[in-house]
């Protein structure tokens, strides 16, 4: 069976009301204004060092790691568990899993911080292992986080999926020359996805998992 990437915010869980609080803690603790929420949705997702370098017009690495450490703080004291897990989606996993298909989470956020999130949800035993960026800045390019993952669990290159919501996931499945899906109700945009030469968009959790049948049965072939 192909290997199975989800990416997580967007994609497994909507993590908007932790991100919102979160981020708004780092500004204000900054000295800077908060934002609409109009205007912060479109970062949930893309890697948060170059959200807090578009939010705080700085390329100043000082001021981007302080907001940083900030925004972990707020995160920490319970803004990663501001979130739900979308309808259906703990069921498309049970079955994933019980079809016998290798899954892993793919990340951009913190790997630590993914692993609490999946475990706080009890999504953990559906999942081989949890990828995401590390702490000290390694594999924030999710390009590279992918082709670690392949490497450190001896995965045939080329073979499996990326699932996720935004340009970025698919951007980096593709670069690692995996098929892609994307998912619309997640923090991306259609035509984002489609500019990246996405392989399926699906509108809910019952196209997806049709799509995934799709690319297992091919593959299998």
């Known amino acids: 069976m192909i290997p199975i990437l989800f990416d997580l915010d967007g994609t497994i869980t909507d993590p908007k009301p932790g991100f919102l ?6 500004l204000r603790s900054l000295g800077e204004s908060g934002r609409k929420e109009s205007e912060l949705l479109q970062f949930i997702g893309p890697p948060l060092r170059n959200t807090f370098a578009t939010l705080l017009e700085t390329d100043d ?32 996993l049970k079955r994933l899993s019980d079809q016998g298909y290798p899954l892993f989470v793919a990340t951009g956020k913190p790997r630590c911080v993914a692993t609490e999130i999946i475990a706080h949800f009890e999504l953990s035993h559906y999942f081989i292992q949890v990828y995401g960026a590390e702490l000290d800045g390694r594999f924030v390019d999710k390009a590279e986080l992918i082709e670690h993952l392949f490497q450190e669990q001896s995965l045939q290159d080329g073979q499996g999926v990326m699932i996720g919501d935004t340009a970025f996931d698919i951007r980096a499945g593709r670069l690692n020359q995996l098929e892609t899906i994307g998912v619309s109700w997640g923090y991306g945009t259609d035509d984002q996805m489609q500019s990246e030469a996405v392989g399926f968009i699906v509108p809910d959790v019952i196209e997806l998992e049709r799509a995934i049948d799709r690319l297992g049965r091919v593959a299998g072939a």
């Open 21 to 26: 609080a979160s981020v708004d803690f780092a």
């Open 61 to 92: 690495p000082e001021r981007i790691e302080k907001a940083l450490i900030l925004y972990r703080e707020r995160l920490d004291n319970g803004g990663k568990f501001e979130a739900e897990v979308y309808p259906g989606m703990r069921e498309l």
